[in-house]
């Protein structure tokens, strides 16, 4: 049995993170919210009891 092994590709060749769209792509989605969790207690330096444990994500519209 012949096994594949996966080639980890660092995330900067993949988007650049300081284009807004691939940023908003990444942390702006729900399908990714654990990965934006992570990332807003890593930056706001939030543990134990004071960390954030979920988020909402809001629509924004132009109502008429």
Not at 35 to 56: C, E, M, Y
């Amino acid at each position: 049995m012949r096994s594949t092994l996966l080639k980890r590709i660092p995330l900067e060749r993949l988007m650049d993170l300081k284009i807004d769209y691939a940023f908003k792509q990444l942390f702006g989605n729900e399908k990714n919210k654990n990965i934006t969790v992570v990332f807003l207690n890593a930056i706001l330096q939030k543990t134990g009891r004071d960390r954030i444990k979920d988020i909402s994500f809001l629509r924004h519209g132009i109502r008429c």
